[in-house]
């Protein structure tokens, strides 16, 4: 069965701190993998995504993330984190191929000591 | 600022009573994905649209249904309402390069009491 599995459920970390979230996912074939981010009170918003290529991926606010398929692990990372980076991380995944749906992880909640 | 808007934000409903949530996506988008989140979890995939029909679902109950129209609006529909059916509904939508990524919606707070 598909599914995403996210190591971390709550995570508190102080400002500056470095940040690495786990991801690991059951997907048959080759898939394109997805970090979005839940910001208190607002909608889903695309961290990041994985589609092929280098498998280090660069997105948005600093963060970036690594493939890796030896360990079906796509794990998100930032060196040095905000306080306006509290927020819920969910990793996600989905086969590439037209139309397929996007399977989500469980989710972990994020929260940054000023 | 998200392309995809859906109404009403928060709704309160009475157990086995019947709810109707709607979704407008982006103009192109022909996918459009439902989901469930609720309190503490990810979002859990209910069903996918694609040119109105549908073609995908994930482990929920017949009493969840959707439509999808031609001017890239769709809609939930539940019935006989559980309490377990509080949760935040979202609505997703895509063109046909979901590996691009899905464009969320902010959600419907739905409450069963």
């Known amino acids: 069965a598909q599914s995403v599995s996210q190591h971390n459920h709550h995570v508190i970390l102080s400002e500056a701190a470095s940040l690495e979230l786990g991801c690991n996912y059951s997907?048959?074939?080759?898939?394109?993998l997805f970090w979005y981010v839940q910001y208190p009170g607002q909608h889903l918003q695309l961290l990041l995504k994985y589609f092929s290529g280098d498998p280090l991926v660069k997105g948005i606010k600093g963060f970036e993330a690594e493939f890796i398929k030896s360990k079906f692990s796509f794990n998100l990372r930032k060196p040095s984190v905000q306080w306006s980076d509290t927020a819920e991380y969910f990793c996600?995944?989905?086969?590439?191929?037209?139309?397929?749906?996007?399977?989500f992880g469980k989710g972990t909640r994020l929260h940054i000591l000023p | 600022e998200t392309g995809v808007t859906q109404s009403p934000t928060h709704l309160i409903k009475t157990r086995g009573q019947q709810v109707t949530l709607r979704c407008s996506s982006q103009s192109g988008h022909n996918t459009v994905s439902w989901y469930q989140q609720a309190l503490g979890q990810g979002p859990q995939f209910i069903f996918q649209y694609y040119r109105e029909e549908e073609n995908g679902r994930g482990n929920f109950p017949p009493r969840f249904s959707g439509l999808q129209f031609p001017n890239y609006s769709s809609e939930l529909n539940v019935n006989a309402l559980e309490l377990d059916d509080s949760a935040l509904y979202l609505c997703?939508?895509?063109?046909?390069?979901?590996?691009?990524?899905?464009?969320f919606g902010s959600g419907t707070r739905l409450t069963v009491v």
């Open positions: 997907y048959g074939g080759t898939v394109n």
């Open positions: 996600a995944v989905n086969a590439r191929r037209r139309d397929d749906k996007i399977i």
């Open positions: 997703a939508s895509s063109d046909e390069r979901t590996y691009y990524g899905y464009t």
